[in-house]
């Protein structure tokens, strides 16, 4: 069973605040799935739950061409931007993705997860999506695992 969740955000200020409020939940195994279009918020979203999970927010910029990177805090937060990589299993294997779904202690999410293709997740996996660029709001719905 899966619930779903959906919230506005009219700023980035409030898009870093809904990303702590789910750091402040996560107990580390979960992994997060984000999509939406370039300029969304995925990463501002990122800096959020990062900022709740004591890292440093500066730290935290999009991996577009490292693809991943780690982080230490409360708990190790991967994150991994599949956006230069072309959709399908290759992507999960160019960021090493079985490697790091191993360690069931660590957060880890995907920006650009949708170009995993039939990649087989975690059925406890959240989907996190957002929709709206420009100066438009964002509606940022979150699906999660009950």
Known sequence: MRSSSEFISNN???????????????KGGEVLLLDGPLGAGKTMLVKGIAAAMGLDQEDVTSPSFTLVNPHYGRLLLYHIDLYRLNEGATAAHAVDLDEILTDEAAVVMIEWAERLGHYPLPESSWHISIAGDGDEPRRITITRPN
């Open 12 to 26: 980035e200020s409030e898009t870093f605040a809904l990303g702590e409020n789910l750091g402040d939940e996560l």
